[in-house]
């Protein structure tokens, strides 16, 4: 893409976390941001702080599994500030559990924040990229999608699905002039753990370490806007999500895979 100045930018979940550490990428390229989140009181500091590094930022408070919220916030960025260059789908919620224990109700919910607001925000915005032939689509699945854990089934499933619909995506709509890029992260220290609490004390525990064995939301962020800058297809972020997809391609490894989350499981009863 080149010179990234005065690209209008649209950034869910920009109040913390990865969505945050991208939108400080962008503003200092000369991006004009708008910034979504749910938190509005962590989107207005967000805001405050991306103003001061010298942003034009215009901040949104947006349910992303909100439909009717997400089409009106698009309607008033296309009518009111103009053409969208550049979409960011980075909200998202976890849930770790196994399969048993998880609810339909949760299922739905996860759907709807991690896949359907992707998806809404992508139905919102396409139409216009398409007649102007014309934008870059940026979808943010996980790692899990390769490491399908115990306790991690409806997260990997679900992001799994997005990683699937925005790399077909890409091919897609190509013929219009849009690129679509599918960004897998690994465990990144962010505010996104803090709610998982674990059903077992090697789980509970392994989410009180996340600082000292993930990667920092700044580096994901930066790594993001680079994938951007460079219009890649894919960017897995982590060679150890190249490790976990590769794994997949090969019986010998794909079974020690297996077994991995055998012992897991083991190790729960």
Same mark, same amino acid.
Request: charged share 25%; glycine share 10%.
């Given at each position: 893409?080149?010179? *990234?100045?005065?690209?209008?930018?649209?950034?869910?979940?920009?109040?913390?976390?990865?969505?945050?550490?991208? +939108?400080?990428?962008?503003?200092?390229?000369?991006?004009?941001?708008?910034?979504?989140?749910?938190?509005?009181?962590?989107?207005?500091?967000?805001?405050?702080?991306?103003?001061?590094?010298?942003?034009?930022?215009?901040?949104?408070?947006?349910?992303?599994?909100?439909?009717?919220?997400?089409?009106?916030?698009?309607?008033?960025?296309?009518?009111?500030? =103009?053409?969208?260059?550049?979409?960011?789908?980075?909200?998202?919620?976890?849930?770790?559990?196994?399969?048993?224990?998880?609810?339909?109700?949760?299922?739905?919910?996860? *759907?709807?924040?991690?896949?359907?607001?992707?998806?809404?925000?992508?139905?919102?915005?396409?139409?216009? $990229?398409?007649?102007?032939?014309? =934008?870059?689509?940026?979808?943010?699945?996980?790692?899990?999608?390769?490491?399908?854990?115990?306790?991690?089934?409806?997260?990997?499933?679900?992001?799994?699905?997005?990683?699937?619909?925005?790399?077909?995506?890409?091919?897609?709509?190509?013929?219009? =002039?849009?690129?679509?890029?599918?960004?897998?992260?690994?465990?990144?220290?962010?505010?996104?753990?803090?709610?998982?609490?674990?059903?077992?004390?090697?789980?509970?525990?392994?989410?009180?370490?996340?600082?000292?064995?993930? $990667?920092?939301?700044?580096?994901?962020?930066?790594?993001?806007?680079? +994938?951007?800058?460079?219009?890649?297809?894919?960017? *897995?972020?982590?060679?150890?999500?190249?490790?976990?997809?590769?794994?997949?391609?090969?019986?010998?490894?794909?079974?020690?895979?297996?077994?991995? =989350?055998?012992?897991?499981?083991?190790?729960?009863?």
């Amino acid at each position: 893409m080149g010179d *990234m100045k005065g690209k209008r930018v649209l950034i869910t979940g920009a109040a913390s976390g990865i969505g945050l550490c991208a +939108a400080e990428e962008f503003v200092k390229a000369g991006c004009e941001l708008v910034a979504t989140d749910i938190d509005g009181e962590g989107l207005d500091r967000a805001v405050d702080r991306l103003r001061s590094a010298g942003g034009v930022v215009h901040g949104r408070v947006v349910d992303v599994s909100d439909r009717a919220a997400v089409e009106e916030m698009a309607r008033w960025v296309l009518e009111e500030l =103009g053409d969208l260059d550049i979409l960011i789908n980075n909200a998202g919620i976890g849930h770790s559990a196994e399969l048993a224990d998880t609810s339909l109700e949760t299922w739905e919910r996860l *759907m709807a924040v991690n896949f359907w607001g992707p998806l809404y925000h992508v139905y919102a915005f396409l139409p216009r $990229m398409i007649e102007r032939r014309s =934008g870059h689509i940026v979808n943010v699945s996980s790692g899990q999608a390769f490491f399908r854990l115990p306790t991690w089934g409806a997260y990997a499933t679900i992001k799994l699905a997005l990683g699937a619909f925005s790399e077909m995506l890409r091919f897609e709509v190509r013929k219009y =002039g849009i690129k679509v890029t599918t960004v897998y992260p690994f465990m990144v220290d962010t505010p996104f753990y803090r709610g998982i609490e674990g059903e077992t004390l090697g789980a509970r525990l392994s989410m009180r370490l996340v600082p000292y064995y993930s $990667m920092s939301p700044k580096r994901v962020g930066r790594i993001l806007f680079k +994938a951007v800058k460079k219009q890649k297809a894919v960017e *897995m972020v982590s060679v150890l999500n190249d490790v976990g997809y590769y794994a997949r391609l090969l019986p010998p490894a794909a079974n020690l895979v297996s077994t991995i =989350g055998n012992l897991v499981l083991a190790r729960r009863e």
